[in-house]
């Protein structure tokens, strides 16, 4: 086992990298993983770029100057959730994505709308404790070996560390300091890995759990953390082979090595000011004027989701958040709806409006060939883990996109999602056998894909339970 074998990462900073692009250079980062839709990531570009420059104001107007919230209209599967998703990936933002629908009024049984705000810490808080665990991980991996060398070198029963004892004398540290060294190259080289030791763990499950059993889960965010600190955590010695030790013990050291209070108030700053919220199925809580029954509730969670996206402060475990200059991207297909439905005020804080264009067949083989996780990319690469060289000819990958986008037209419209359902079913048996094909090279063409799908293609009745 080689401890030092995983190169310490050294990353730009993100907040230079994001400050450097310019919103033309956004479009094109963007362009590399989504096809089309042009008008979003114009409108998301912009959204960016302006939060950087409100960050470059003044302080007594930065504040004044609020993120321009986007409102995304579109049917399902054209890319209004990967257009948020790659922009925060982007600017390396906490990025959190929500369904409306799973919200409720205050007083109804469900999540309250500001659980979306406590989620979204703490992803900026893990965000930032792996950056700071980077920053420690060599240091830890020193401090790790010397505990696992401890624990392969223990002193003899009734004695302590030669090292620690001043009653020992120069012979026995030496001999004892030439042992560990050898320990430590034999480490290295793989000597102790089918060797045991035992490592002290701390257990996950909290006490409390163990108590009030899943219903925790239902609880508010400060109890369950009041609770949970109510009774100590517990640890327990664990027997394990040396090469999972070290990474234990190299976790143990860099929660040790990690100034967590700095993390903390590092993840409140971070979400505060590029925090992204995702709100997906914005359309179903969407209220018709005058009606009664559903409605009712579905206006009371735009009333609640209201003041979150207008400014306030939300109680977190790790403190107060305001939510002033978090950037609320919201979308639906408002199929049977239309925003205008959406409370006057709701409206209002979304002054972005963007229609996002259905797919058309040349979309879709776009889609399949030109970004870099394009689909037929992607299978290529996982049967090639198989031995299986995997080829489609442009004939074939055409006839796919047309056969996607008839079906999309004949029964449900789901986008680009079409494309990952007709290709499984046309890989299945290729994808079924592949350990046996190891070393050959499977051509598609338009034949093969005609021969596998055009019965379930013609058939409307079985393309609308297959595909």
């Not at 980077?134 to 392969?152: G, M, N, Q």
């Not at 035992?198 to 108590?211: A, I, K, L, R």
């Not at 143990?252 to 000011?273: M, N, Y």
């Amino acid at each position: 086992m080689d401890i030092a074998s995983v190169p310490i990462e050294k990353e730009i900073s993100r907040d230079a990298f994001a400050a450097s692009l310019t919103p033309k250079e956004i479009v094109d980062k963007l362009d590399k993983f989504i096809v089309g839709q042009n008008k979003a990531k114009k409108s998301v570009a912009i959204a960016l770029r302006n939060r950087w420059r409100s960050q470059q104001l003044a302080e007594d107007i930065r504040d004044e100057v609020a993120p321009k919230n986007i409102l995304m209209i579109g049917p399902t599967g054209v890319g209004k959730t990967e257009i948020a998703r790659r922009l925060a990936k982007l600017t390396n933002s906490p990025f959190i994505k929500v369904e409306a629908s799973k919200y409720t009024e205050v007083g109804y049984v469900g999540r309250d709308v500001e659980s979306m705000v406590r989620d979204l810490v703490e992803i900026s808080k893990n965000m930032v404790k792996e950056e700071m665990e980077k920053e420690v991980r060599e240091k830890a991996r020193i401090l790790a070996e010397e505990k696992l060398i401890d624990l392969l070198l223990p002193p003899p029963a009734g004695q302590s560390n030669p090292n620690n004892d001043p009653n020992s004398d120069a012979l026995g540290k030496e001999h004892y300091n030439s042992t560990r060294e050898k320990f430590t190259n034999y480490l290295k080289e793989g000597r102790f890995d089918e060797r045991m030791v035992e490592v002290e763990t701390q257990e996950n499950t909290s006490p409390m759990v163990e108590v009030f059993g899943g219903g925790m889960e239902d609880m508010g965010s400060n109890i369950k953390d009041m609770l949970g600190s109510l009774v100590p955590k517990k640890t327990k010695t664990k027997k394990m082979k040396a090469p999972e030790a070290f990474k234990v013990l190299c976790r143990q050291e860099s929660e040790k090595l990690i100034d967590h209070d700095k993390a903390t108030q590092e993840a409140l700053e971070r979400t505060e000011k590029s925090g992204i919220i995702f709100i997906d199925e914005i359309d179903k809580i969407a209220g018709r004027q005058g009606t009664q029954g559903p409605d009712v509730s579905r206006e009371g969670v735009q009333r609640d989701l209201l003041p979150i996206v207008e400014g306030s402060s939300i109680n977190t475990r790790y403190g107060i958040v305001k939510t002033d200059h978090i950037l609320f991207i919201s979308a639906g297909a408002f199929h049977s709806t239309k925003p205008s439905d959406l409370i006057p005020e709701f409206q209002g804080r979304f002054p972005i409006r963007v229609e996002l264009d259905s797919l058309t067949e040349q979309d879709f083989f776009r889609i399949l060939t030109e970004p870099d996780n394009a689909l037929i990319k992607q299978y290529i690469a996982l049967l090639n883990t198989e031995g299986v060289k995997l080829e489609f000819t442009d004939e074939a990958i055409r006839e796919i996109a047309q056969m996607s986008a008839t079906v999309n037209t004949r029964t449900e419209n789901i986008g680009a999602r079409r494309l990952q359902t007709i290709i499984e079913k046309l890989l299945e048996d290729i994808s079924f056998d592949a350990p046996d094909l190891s070393g050959q090279k499977i051509i598609i063409d338009v034949e093969k894909v005609r021969e596998k799908l055009d019965n379930i293609i013609k058939d409307e009745d079985l393309s609308r339970y297959i595909l």
